[in-house]
């Protein structure tokens, strides 16, 4: 799907598909230098991360697993409804394994939070977390983030795995979506 497609319905588009890239092939590097040596599973959260864990994974050079989790607290709305469930939960022990869960986007870090905190009762070696995009200024709590590709401003954004009501996620890009769409 292209932008000609969904036009009526953008405001704006945030983050092209070239940036896109250019920024996961860094994060990937940088991936690749910090777990040198060291056995890493990526744990993509669905189902927004499928984009970004999918083009992480290929920047990457070297061998990983992958696993996957799908927390909801959204519903179709554009804001959190503040209780987190597991919808799919991992199928691999992580106890002793070296994390990095991939996010495609942080807004409260409110379920983020919630997630990390579930991972790290299972007892892993270490955990991280990589995410293509951080609105800063919706921050409810503080989650360390080592890997940002873009911070964006606080805009209810869809593409590159994002949606509203499940539409817009196979944009090669990140948007704004228009307020008369989710009105």
Sequence with gaps: ?????VADDLEKILVTKEQIDERLAGMAARISADYEGRDLLLVG?????????ADLVRALDRHVEMDWMAVSSYGSGTKSSGVVRILKDLDKDISGLHVLVVEDIIDSGLTLSWLLANLRSRGPASIEVAALLRKPDAAKVDVDVRYVGFE??????VGYGLDYAERY???PFVGTLAPHVYR
């Design 169 to 171: 996620r196979n944009l």
């Design 45 to 53: 959260v669905l189902k927004g991360a499928v984009m970004v864990m």
């Design 152 to 157: 964006i401003p606080d805009e209810f954004v």
């Design 1 to 5: 799907m292209d932008q000609a497609t």
